[in-house]
């Protein structure tokens, strides 16, 4: 097999021209972390992995240390990661204190009989893991600051904005063996209540993986992604034999149908086809296949080039 992977920076209202190129150079930057360990013969759940890790410490994306931040003023972040092979899976929720929480769910679904761990058992299983602990305030941005700021002045904070919250980081990989993976992370929405989980750490919302099918990654408004499965019903209509690109439109137009929820997805198929749709203003991406690097951030903008 070819390998194939593919990167999301988040669904997003509207990205400043000042932040535009920072935000292409972290998304191709994760991009070609990922297709290089696939070239180098990783698997796809370690592309998966690595391409997020990279975002997650990348301070422009709403993951890791550029998450956005609770009704507190704190960090609380969530992350899941599937194996497609076996459909093996590791999720956590609600974590804090630690840099890279996708590393942390690819130890649930590795080192623990379970699927899932939130909160305080997330944070014992972390430091038994021996995961280092970095101090909270680490990771808060002096932009999130203010936009939290800035949340808490408007009015009627409490219809929380489809369009405005809908960060999140993701990947889908294909590795030389025919598997495939995804990985999501985030911190979340802006003001959002203390304890809030949105569909990022949910296997079938925020992404799904099956050799069978495909893998994907979802971002977007997490509600609306949880109330529709959007992962699986995206990949239910490729088994129904949709194209990917079918799939994800017909998947996110329900949601926006039924919802008014935005949102954008990155798909692969087991043949190395990918896809990448969104319904949102804009939404960073990438893609390497054959050595060419794909990437864009606006509906119009795709660029390709060959990887260096």
Not at 32 to 56: C, F, M, Q, R, W
Not at 72 to 82: K, T
Not at 195 to 210: E, L, N, W
Not at 217 to 237: D, P, Q, V
Request: with cysteine.
């Amino acid at each position: 097999m070819n390998p194939v992977v593919v990167v999301h920076g988040g669904g997003a209202s509207n990205i400043s021209k000042d932040r535009k190129e920072r935000v292409r150079q972290g998304i191709v930057r994760a991009a070609t972390v990922g297709y290089n360990i696939l070239k180098g013969g990783g698997s796809a759940v370690d592309a998966v992995e690595g391409a997020v890790t990279v975002l997650e410490d990348d301070p422009e994306f709403n993951a890791g240390c550029g998450s956005v931040l609770n009704a507190n003023g704190e960090v609380e972040m969530d992350a899941s990661i599937m194996n497609g092979k076996d459909l093996s899976a590791g999720a956590v929720s609600a974590v804090r204190c630690i840099a890279n929480p996708i590393k942390l769910a690819r130890l649930v679904m590795e080192k623990t009989p379970h699927c899932f761990l939130t909160d305080q058992g997330a944070t014992k299983f972390a430091a038994a893991m021996g995961i280092p602990e970095v101090p909270g305030k680490q990771l808060v941005t002096e932009r999130n600051i203010k936009r939290l700021e800035k949340e808490k002045h408007e009015k009627d904070a409490q219809k929380l904005d489809c369009q405005k919250n809908l960060g999140t980081v993701g990947a889908v990989a294909l590795d030389c063996k025919g598997d495939v993976a995804y990985a999501t992370s985030t911190g979340g929405i802006v003001n959002k209540m203390v304890g809030r989980v949105g569909d990022t750490p949910c296997i079938g919302s925020g992404g799904y993986a099956d050799n069978d099918i495909g893998a994907i990654s979802t971002t977007g408004h997490g509600e609306s992604i949880m109330k529709t499965n959007l992962a699986r019903l995206a990949l239910f209509h490729v088994e129904q034999g949709k194209t990917l690109e079918e799939a994800a439109d017909t998947s996110l137009g329900y949601m926006k149908s039924r919802l008014k929820g935005l949102g954008g997805v990155i798909l692969v198929n087991k043949a190395g086809d990918w896809a990448v749709k969104w319904t949102s203003a804009s939404m960073p991406w990438a893609a390497v296949k054959d050595g060419k690097l794909h990437c864009g951030i606006d509906l119009d903008d795709t660029c390709i080039t060959d990887l260096p």
